[in-house]
């Protein structure tokens, strides 16, 4: 009886026994179900065909980047143009502080090198990402960009416009002429990279949207804007973008430059090039000053809000507030205001942004950024608020908030502001040290950074591509790139 007993329990124990086991093997199969279904899909095939096996991936550890043809009277001729005239640019006057002698000597290969006077200087970017894809093979494995011979093969089209230094030489020998067009030579310029570009078979294909323009000066481009907006326009703010011509009388809407025109979806905002020199966290020395700034007082537009700044602050004890442009003169002037300095201020002139930022990174003045529009090179890849104070405008227009508001950080607040700052500055730093910019970049360089930033904009690039392609003829979509 007790071994019937015993068969019985275990027949009792097997059916729910069973149950489990069934159960078991339900979820196994499922969690492998599933786990194939996790599985991303392989890499959108290049836009060129479908069916290359080598097609570029906006995915990859590189960016695959094709330079466009264009003669070389646009880059490094008109280079060769600016160091033969005996007086290329009257605007900025002698400083003593600049060393002399020849500095238009060539680089290897005949590269010269890019002026130094403050106005230009400021926005090189063109020159040193010029300079890394001209660089040999060989010598760019520390290059985020991977150039390729084939446009096919590339991510994005690199125009090579020295767009900057046309903008500036115009206006350095005939101001009057620049928002004409008739006997502007800069305007002949942009007119000749336009009609080059956009009848190659690249833009067409893409719509320019994977075409990428350097544009660091506000005035770059000015007379074409409207028919290169699709393509990536590499920035240092979209200051110049949001305005009306203050010389239209009209205010017709072809002097108007839409804010669609630029956005944070699809343009790049890149660094001035700072034109002081740089200051090693170990080189730090005590600070007798609270604030400084050094700029012009008078500004247009948003602007405005320096000048208020600036009679707040003028007479308040531990503030220095000095008339002129950075480093045009007095540059041991403006080295030892921001190197004795704890905190520089950084108002809104013209545009939301300077070179004046960039400056201060490297001399470790802390930044004081009063610009309630101001757009910032690399965010999401790096942290403003690390190494910089942001002020409303609303409350550094209070009297005395400002200073009261500077005055409460302690010590070691600022001394991590400053230790924060110092392990970004070689990020804002475009200057390879190579004659004529030909030589290998460091790799946590300012080219490395906004080839980063490009890299990042490539999916939405391409599904805007795309979506265009699809489009029936005859039918437009308004540009919805409005970013906030």
């Not at 010598?139 to 767009?163: C, I, L």
């Not at 809407?253 to 790049?268: F, G, P, R």
């Not at 690399?378 to 409350?395: K, M, Q, R, W």
């Not at 970004?424 to 040290?433: A, C, D, I, K, L």
Request: glycine residues 8%; charged residues 25%.
């Amino acid at each position: 009886m007790p071994l019937k007993n015993t068969g019985a329990i275990k027949a009792l124990c097997s059916i729910p026994s069973l149950f489990l086991s069934l159960a078991l093997v339900t979820i196994l199969l499922s969690s492998l179900f599933f786990l194939r279904s996790a599985t991303p899909p392989p890499p959108l095939p290049s836009s060129s065909s479908a069916s290359s096996s080598s097609s570029p991936s906006p995915f990859g550890d590189r960016i695959r980047v094709h330079v466009a043809e264009l003669p070389r009277s646009l880059n490094y001729g008109l280079l060769d143009s600016y160091w033969s005239s005996p007086h290329a640019d009257s605007r900025v006057p002698a400083d003593p502080d600049r060393r002399s002698g020849p500095t238009h000597l060539r680089g290897p290969g005949g590269y010269p090198p890019y002026p130094e006077n403050p106005l230009i200087e400021q926005y090189s970017a063109e020159y040193w990402i010029l300079g890394d894809l001209e660089t040999p093979r060989e010598s760019r494995g520390g290059s985020f960009a991977e150039r390729v011979g084939r446009w096919e093969e590339a991510d994005v089209v690199f125009v090579p416009f020295f767009a900057t230094l046309s903008a500036e030489m115009q206006l350095g020998r005939d101001k009057g002429r620049f928002r004409k067009k008739e006997g502007n030579e800069d305007y002949g310029r942009q007119r000749e990279v336009v009609d080059l570009v956009r009848s190659s078979e690249a833009w067409r294909r893409s719509g320019g949207r994977d075409h990428v323009f350097v544009l660091t000066d506000p005035v770059a481009m000015w007379h074409v804007r409207d028919e290169i907006a699709p393509a990536i326009l590499l920035v240092v703010d979209f200051g110049g973008w949001y305005r009306l011509d203050s010389k239209s009388s009209d205010g017709s809407s072809s002097d108007m430059v839409h804010h669609t025109q630029v956005s944070l979806l699809k343009d790049v905002i890149v660094p001035y090039t700072h034109l002081l020199p740089r200051l090693h966290l170990s080189e730090n020395q005590k600070r007798q000053t609270l604030l400084y700034f050094k700029g012009a007082k008078h500004r247009h537009r948003g602007g405005i809000v320096r000048e208020k700044l600036w009679d707040l602050l003028v007479e308040v004890p531990g503030v220095i507030m000095e008339e002129g442009f950075p480093n045009a003169t007095g540059r041991e002037q403006s080295i030892r205001g921001m190197r004795t300095s704890e905190f520089c201020l950084h108002p809104a002139g013209d545009t939301p942004t300077s070179c004046r930022l960039f400056d201060a990174i490297q001399s470790l003045c802390i930044p004081v950024i009063v610009s309630d529009n101001i757009e910032l090179p690399f965010e999401g890849i790096l942290d403003y608020s690390d190494f910089s104070v942001f002020v409303a405008t609303a409350d550094a227009l209070r009297p005395n908030w400002l200073v009261n508001h500077l005055r409460s950080f302690s010590e070691e607040q600022k001394d991590k502001f400053r230790r924060n700052m110092a392990k970004v500055q070689s990020n804002f730093e475009y200057n390879s040290g190579h004659p004529g910019g030909i030589g290998p970049i460091p790799p946590d360089g300012a080219v490395n950074y906004i080839w980063k930033k490009v890299h990042q904009k490539l999916p939405a690039i391409k599904e805007a591509i795309i979506r265009e392609r699809r489009k029936p003829p005859g039918v437009s979509i308004l540009l919805r790139c409005h970013c906030t």
